[in-house]
DNA sequence: CCTACCGATCGGTAGG
DNA sequence: CCTACCGATCGGTAGG
């Protein structure tokens, strides 16, 4: 009869690091965006990390925790990184290109998050659902805005601002459904391309 | 003691009329596209149907093969719309441009299924799901290499047909996801916007 | 971090 | 179309 610990180690698992709150979170990400929320239990979570279900529950809540903590940070994330794109700059063009290529780089280089954001939201609970969604209107209705002054300058000229506002969000927000990080593409080069998509969306009048 | 016929009349819920696969399939397009496949339980759909879960499967052979039925068929539309609309036009950017319409109009008209495509087909077991994704890929490519064509022709100005192609489709996929049938703007509308995002994008030089 | 265990619910079947 | 029921699995707790 061989001891535990050797029968463990004779699996060929590869060795465990530590587990901790931040590891947990990142197997939830990974196991989420593959199958999504409901098609995820926490009992595969705890075999990615080489541990029994009910110590997951020393480095997080409940599921609900785990997912509202993701979708939370994500939204909070892309609205900081919003604001500050755009007061670098000034011109209401390059203000929507900016914008843009920073919303693009963002689902071209945390794929999982953004999948996640965009098809669990509904699996979360209120008021962490409703919370979530804030930020996302407050993000969608800036831009909104930022086209609606490009066209009332005479800058765009595009027939209704929210149309094209969505259209210029969720083309980048699909890159987190498609990019391929090992491709031929760079995550820049994506996120350039987008950016431009979206100025001729809109019909800016463009040096260069 | 009432009849029990007496007490289901008087629980106020609406007169069940006759349930049928295609009743079925209807209520289960509306609950999957809210929740998710997943986050459905089929004793919601027979709820929603005034029967009991077992009734069920007097119309379908199990939740699984439902799901394959309505991806299925939404891709084989989606694909046999696609051809139809292409072959009406010989112009490579007029082909775009139907291509694009008819597909945002269908993401528009058609919000429960085009949730339920792009968010459920992993939830589809093999040999079903990479039946749709060749549905898919062969609109995909279909696409890319009009958009390749106009590179070639000279007449499309882009960097990248496959980045360009993936662009103008999922920002016409999105529309099943913002677009309000009630609202101000008709779903031709939103598809005739998209159609013409799609000619900027790729900076197709148009007439008028 | 574990074992042992909980009530609830899942998709589905038997047999009318 | 129903009642009665199945094994499996779910998220989570007790108590070390």
């Given at each position: 009869?061989?001891?535990?610990?050797?029968?463990?180690?004779?699996?060929?698992?590869?060795?465990?690091?530590?587990?901790?709150?931040?590891?947990?979170?990142?197997?939830?990400?990974?196991?989420?965006?593959?199958?999504?929320?409901?098609?995820?239990?926490?009992?595969?979570?705890?075999?990615?990390?080489?541990?029994?279900?009910?110590?997951?529950?020393?480095?997080?809540?409940?599921?609900?925790?785990?997912?509202?903590?993701?979708?939370?940070?994500?939204?909070?994330?892309?609205?900081?990184?919003?604001?500050?794109?755009?007061?670098?700059?000034?011109?209401?063009?390059?203000?929507?290109?900016?914008?843009?290529?920073?919303?693009?780089?963002?689902?071209?280089?945390?794929?999982?998050?953004?999948?996640?954001v965009n098809r669990d939201v509904t699996?979360?609970?209120?008021?962490?659902?409703?919370?979530?969604?804030?930020?996302?209107?407050?993000?969608?209705?800036?831009?909104r805005g930022l086209i609606q002054e490009?066209?009332?300058?005479?800058?765009?000229?595009?027939?209704?601002?929210?149309?094209?506002?969505?259209?210029?969000?969720?083309?980048?927000?699909?890159?987190?459904?498609?990019?391929?990080?090992?491709?031929?593409?760079?995550?820049?080069?994506?996120?350039r391309q987008h950016a431009q998509f979206?100025?001729?969306?809109?019909?800016?009048?463009?040096?260069?």
């Amino acid at each position: 009869m061989e001891a535990k610990s050797a029968v463990r180690r004779s699996t060929g698992a590869t060795a465990r690091v530590s587990v901790n709150p931040g590891a947990v979170r990142d197997v939830a990400l990974t196991l989420f965006a593959e199958r999504g929320y409901h098609g995820t239990a926490l009992s595969q979570i705890a075999k990615s990390l080489q541990i029994q279900t009910p110590s997951l529950y020393n480095h997080m809540s409940s599921k609900q925790d785990l997912l509202g903590a993701i979708l939370q940070d994500t939204t909070d994330r892309v609205l900081s990184e919003y604001e500050d794109a755009i007061e670098a700059v000034d011109d209401v063009a390059e203000r929507l290109e900016v914008a843009t290529y920073v919303y693009a780089l963002r689902h071209a280089t945390h794929p999982r998050e953004a999948v996640i954001v965009n098809r669990d939201v509904t699996a979360l609970e209120e008021p962490a659902r409703s919370a979530v969604y804030a930020n996302r209107r407050k993000h969608a209705d800036s831009v909104r805005g930022l086209i609606q002054e490009g066209i009332d300058s005479g800058e765009f000229a595009v027939d209704n601002a929210t149309v094209a506002a969505f259209a210029i969000l969720e083309m980048c927000v699909s890159i987190a459904r498609w990019f391929d990080p090992g491709g031929l593409i760079p995550a820049e080069g994506v996120a350039r391309q987008h950016a431009q998509f979206a100025l001729r969306i809109v019909s800016a009048h463009v040096a260069g």
